[in-house]
């Protein structure tokens, strides 16, 4: 396995240095980051509930028939796994299904509502994007651009759940790569320095089963001012 996720449907060979393995699978819609100005942290849960648990013999397939979360482990009671997600339409979307959920970093909750209510219906969704730019080719460019940045966030960054709903995937998608990042053990600190705009942000371990790697954004209300600055970029198509 080369990356955290796979395709729905796809079959992997467990070729692995046990008889057997127990896999937990599990359904949640994890929710989207909190924007870095919020006052709540999200950490992840050292358990989550189970929707079904099965096993699978080495050297046999596994099918990953269903979108959700797969943790393959040796022993249910070990702090060791490998987690897998499995989803339809990724890491680049191409389903307009799959495009609305996405775009909660930068549009109004009217808008949101409006996109997510209306799954599917394109009409509904150029008529959303046309009314936050005003322009057909402003939105184009902001449609591309939004969507670059959240296909290399799952990349980048998928986790438990979608790389675009984890801190550092929603702060890569809103900001870009920092010009400056410095890690240590249990700690990222990522800097911007650009024309636009400056900040600084910090992220911290918050490691589980799930995910030994996952960091937490350390949420501050200094934040607020300039997310919304950059959101109005955004919304205007300036990047």
Known sequence: ITEPYVKTGHHLKLALDTDRWIVSYYDDNFPA?????????????????VDSVFSVDAGTELNFSRKGLY??????????GIAIR????????SVITSLPAPLIYITTRQEYEKLTSSPGNKKVF??????????????RTLMRSYFRRV????????SYK?????DRGMVYIIYGVPNEVYKSENREIWRYNTSQFQATFA????????????????R?????????EVIDLWRNARF
Not at 71 to 80: G, P
């Open 33 to 49: 980051a909190a924007p870095a100005f919020s006052e709540s942290q999200t950490r992840v849960a050292a358990e989550m509930r």
């Open 71 to 80: 943790l393959m482990q040796k022993d249910t009671n070990a702090i060791e």
């Open 86 to 93: 499995s989803e339809d339409d990724y890491p680049g979307y």
């Open 126 to 139: 150029d008529q959303t994007i046309l009314s936050i730019v005003n322009d057909t080719e402003r939105a």
């Open 151 to 158: 296909e290399l966030a799952n990349r980048y960054f998928t």
């Open 162 to 166: 979608e790389g675009w709903k984890t």
């Open 203 to 218: 992220f911290t371990r918050s490691s589980s089963v799930f995910d030994p790697d996952n960091m937490v954004l350390v």
């Open 220 to 228: 501050e209300r200094k934040h607020e001012n300039i997310w919304y």
